[in-house]
Structures are given as structure tokens and as C-alpha cells.
């Protein structure tokens, strides 16, 4: 995790009693209430993913990986939003992100390609996996047809 | 933060952060805690 972090983040913390002038000038800025309250802050200081609660390692990991790919995805880099989501289910399958990024490397693999097979591969694969979660449920209306596909991108 | 709280070397003040984070095209991660330090 360490190395993670160090390669993609500044950390910076703020302790609720500790630093009580700091954090209740950065969470009043940011909206924290909580604690541990996790934000992904561009160097621009906007807040661009938010982790509230504690997560085991491979689940904090697999959420701020998410952040990262949501990202990109938000900047039209879809093929590199691909490749995260798609790293995220490789590297981390057991954790809650696993699903929405499965649910979200379908989508912008439609977005970069403009081929609605790719969603409909994407709810196939929902049935192989995480059957249970939310983002299962999201992808089947993908798997009617290209019809259906199509419908979804609007 | 989960796991490994001991082994990030944490900066305390954001702005400061910004910065190095603008020069070394990285982000913040920004940690509202309060675990002992």
C-alpha cells in the first residue's frame, strides 16, 4: 500500500483533536463529518473521489484505484479508464470495487469503441460474477440486445 | 487510513501538499482521521 500511495498521492493528514483549528477549517471546506474520511484531491484542491469509513488494505486499495480510473473516465481518456477498471477486477476481485469496476471498464470500453457488443459482454460476464451486487442488476438491461445497448447510452 | 499506518510519510498541511502535488503531477490524498498519531 505504501508504495501505492507514494507513487500516485502527496498524503497529508489531519487529526480531528490534534490539529482541531485544521480540520475544522479543511472539513468544513471538504464537508467531513466523519472520520476516517478519505478524499482524492486534484492539485487544482477538488475533491475528485471521497472513501468514508475504515476498509481492510485490499479494499482501500481497490477504492482509491477506483477514484483514479473515475477520473480518467471523467476525461474522455477511456481507453486508459478501461485499463484501470479492468486492473481493478484483476488485481483486487474479492472487494466491493471489483463489481461497479467490472460494471464501469464495460462502459468505457463502449465509450472508446462505440461498440455496444462490449456491453453486452460485460452483462455476460455478470453472470459469471458478482451476481449479487447492484452493478449486476445495472447491466442487465445490456444483455437483451444491441437494441437494448443502444438505449443504455443515452 | 487502513493498514500500514505507521509506513506513509505524511505531510500536515495541505497547501504545502497542492504544491509538491502540482509539480510532481501527482494528487493529494487527503486523510481526516482521528487514529493516534
Known sequence: MVAFVSENFVPVRVHVREQADEFKRLGERYGAQWTPTILLINPAGEERYRIEGFLPTEDFLAQLSLGLAHDAFAKSNFAEAERRFADIVERYPDTEAAAEALYWAGVARYKATDDPSALAETARQFKKRYQKSSWAKKASVWDRDEGSAATARQ | ?37
Open chain 2, 1 to 37: 487510513m487502513a493498514g500500514e499506518k505507521g509506513a506513509i510519510s505524511w505531510s500536515y498541511k495541505l497547501e504545502a501538499a497542492l504544491e509538491q502535488a502540482r509539480s510532481s503531477k501527482k494528487w493529494v490524498l487527503l486523510d481526516f482521521t482521528a487514529a493516534p498519531m
